[in-house]
């Protein structure tokens, strides 16, 4: 099959595709977004029905367009994202294509090939942004394949309707295991939310705003050699969004320890306590999707490419967007994932210079 011909082919078109794409068409450069969505939104058209963002519009928006405000939230729902998400790709006319799974990038000489479902691609550069949503993660914990009730992952929960006479577990300590055992309980649900360690949540009045300014504070003194002072983690684990605080302040997410294995009708704990369960919430976070980057062997510890900022150390033609701190400070949020989409797309214009 032979390649279509372009400078630069970005993998995903979610926020941070939408971001380096912005930021590439800024420096004149030809590209194409693949994006194995079949309608814009990336992956917030998937998340639960509850879902806010942590910080308000204005403070959650991508380069050079701001996010309106959503009518009656301060801090917007998800569906509010899809639709700022889709004007953003129409506002500026960034070449989508969307339905399209890229399968492979390899090398191609001076070049790299990109092997997609539908065709062939040939570029100077790639930009990988495929993002953790579609690897979600579930630890190999005793018993997981004895459970006889339903497992389901944070990918795969929506609402408390969803649930109604269940007996619920929630696993996790993170903001995901927080809200959706928020939801559970604020919904009526019988839920046990059990976590690694005691739930850390941050103050009341620290949103998305304060962790970005956290984050990019950190990355900055790390790189003048200072000393690290943790950034958000040092704050806490859990962002209390107003369910959270809700549920929270009227004592319905009191944690419990994790179990040390399940049984075939519920959960068990090392002192020989159980609980029956119905269903089990693996909030357990998420993998980096970075499989279609497998043939150019890259792959480190913990399953990460090494970057330095978005640009894979063993490969100078492919960069890293959206994945964590690990290829920019706080670049897996909207407002976060602007400056390394600004410095990526500045690299490329200089390496096609070259």
Known sequence: MSAQRTQVVIVGGGQSGLAAGYHLRRHGVDFVILDAEATPGGAWQHTWDSL??????????????L??????????????????????????????????????????????????DAAN????????????????????????????????????????????????IVVGGGNSGAQIAADL??????????????????????????????????????????????GVASLGDIVAVPPVRAARDAGRLQARPMFTRLTATGIQWADGSRAEADTVIWCTGFRPALAHLAPLQLRGPRGHIATDGTLALGEPRLHLLGYGDWTGPASATLIGVGRPARDAARTIAQLLRE
């Open 52 to 65: 806010r963002l942590f910080s308000p519009a204005a403070y959650s928006s991508l380069p050079g367009r």
């Open 67 to 116: 996010m309106p405000a959503q009518p009656g939230e301060t801090y917007p729902d998800a569906g509010h994202v899809v639709d700022y998400l889709a004007d953003y790709e129409k506002r500026y006319e960034l070449p989508v294509q969307h339905g399209v799974h890229v399968k492979a990038v390899r090398r191609d000489g001076d070049r790299l090939q990109v092997e997609t």
């Open 121 to 168: 691609w040939s570029a100077r550069a790639v930009i990988s942004t495929t993002g953790t949503w579609s690897r979600p993660f579930i630890p190999a914990v005793p018993g997981r394949g004895a459970f006889t009730g339903t497992q389901l992952h944070t990918v795969g929960y929506r609402s408390p309707a969803d649930f109604a006479g269940q007996r619920i």
């Open 185 to 230: 309980a604020l919904g009526g649900i019988d839920m046990t939310w059990v976590t690694q360690r005691p739930p850390r949540f941050l103050a009341d009045d620290i949103d998305g705003r304060v962790l970005f300014d956290v984050a990019t504070a950190r990355r900055r003194a790390l790189d003048k050699g200072h000393t690290d002072t943790g």
